[in-house]
């Protein structure tokens, strides 16, 4: 306990005594605003989310500020590569973040998220226990699968109409001359260029990856743009007719337009996860978790499905979608069209550089 000292006895002590008495009530005051600073912190009505756009409905937010009181500080990034240096940069700045699962098993082996408690969240059994246990995460202790999905080819049939598209192969036909449209995401694209040289889209071998590289050179010619944030609208206003992109895009192009068909490519494709995480350095981590377990009702994640068209991992909420929603085959493609789907897992730092750079180099071009 800190005793008072009166001005008096402060005066008659040794002068360094008085000093060292006054260093310490320096030390205290600050450790004292230090934990009082804290405490403030922990117990903020505040939960900062970091997540893809679109990926988590607006509608979910006010309705968890409404029924919890706790307010969502809610922001976006475009790319797992903009979410990692943010992390790495900016420290307990973040609740929730929300990666694609090969960006999960990275960030588990740098320290950079913490084990989640399952037992504390009550509605974790909402989610189809085939997304329990991912490949990027085989334990299950450090995300919480969202919503997933798949990159396949996107085609306007008023367009296209006697071209046939099947396959990732296709692309570098020269019909196609100047009508790509690429997803603005280095992994992605490469995906491709493996894919069509029947490598795997984990690959690391530096040979590989030079030879998906020059591959991808090839298709240049037939490259309109890159994106990633406003995919729908670019297919709806038909600024481009044929490409790569993510299913839940194109199923919102196609309900504006029944021309637009969404292709599983013959020549396999890439399956996603995006997961919640909490950081290991969260500043409101009990608000986490009762933002993780509110959006894991199921009432509450299949407004996440009808708002956003992005399929979800919570079986619960699946199982009450409309009849409709269940049935499209773009969203929810059957078993035998899910068995040519590869997940995209992690790869090692060379092959990251590796890829970045032809990357890079692609896109001077």
């Known amino acids: 306990m800190f005793n008072a000292v009166s001005d008096d006895a402060y005066l008659s002590m040794p002068f360094s005594m008085g000093k060292q008495m006054e260093k310490n009530m320096r030390i205290w005051l600050s450790l004292a605003v230090v934990s009082f600073c804290a405490f403030v912190q922990a ?114 049939r008023n367009y296209h109409a006697s071209k046939k598209i099947e396959k990732w192969s296709d692309f570098w036909s020269q019909s196609y001359y100047d009508a790509l449209l690429m ?37 240049l010619p037939n490259i309109r743009l890159y994106n990633n944030n406003s995919v729908a609208s670019l297919i709806i206003d038909e600024d481009v007719t044929v490409g790569m992109a993510w299913n839940a895009d194109v199923y919102k192009a196609s309900r504006e337009n029944p021309a637009i ?57 699946k199982e009450s979608l409309p009849k409709t929603l269940l049935d499209n085959k773009i969203l929810f493609p059957d078993d035998e069209t899910l068995s040519r789907g590869i997940f995209q897992t992690d790869v090692n730092n060379e092959a990251l550089e590796t890829i970045s750079r032809y990357w890079q180099l692609l896109k001077l071009q």
């Not at 937010?61 to 992390?87: C, H, P, R, W």
């Not at 969240?121 to 919503?147: A, C, K, M």
């Not at 981590?285 to 009808?306: C, G, H, M």
């Open 43 to 156: 117990n903020e009505k505040v939960v900062n989310v970091y997540a893809w756009p679109q990926e988590v409905s607006l509608e979910i937010i006010e309705k968890f500020q409404k029924d919890t009181g706790i307010k969502v500080n809610f922001a976006t990034f475009d790319s797992n590569e903009m979410l990692y240096a943010k992390m790495k940069a900016s420290k307990g700045q973040y609740d929730i973040i929300e990666p694609s699962g090969y960006y999960i098993s990275r960030m588990i082996r740098e320290g950079m998220i913490q084990k989640i408690d399952l037992n504390a969240l009550t509605n974790y059994q909402n989610i189809d226990p085939r997304f329990r246990h991912p490949d990027y995460d085989l334990t299950g202790e450090y995300s919480i699968p969202w919503v997933w999905g798949v990159t396949g080819i996107f085609v306007n």
């Open 261 to 317: 068909e969404f292709i599983y490519p013959k020549d396999k494709f890439v399956m996603w996860v995006d997961a919640f995480a909490i950081p290991s350095d969260a500043p409101h981590p009990e608000n986490a978790y009762i933002f993780l377990n509110y959006i894991l009702q199921a009432r509450i994640a299949a407004i996440q499905v009808q708002e956003t068209y992005y399929a979800i991992t919570n079986q619960a909420a």
């Open 183 to 219: 997803l603005d995401d280095p992994r992605e694209v490469f995906n491709i260029g493996l894919l069509t040289l029947d490598q795997s889209p984990n690959e690391q071998n530096a040979d590989i990856l030079a030879e998906a590289y020059k591959h991808l050179l090839k298709l």
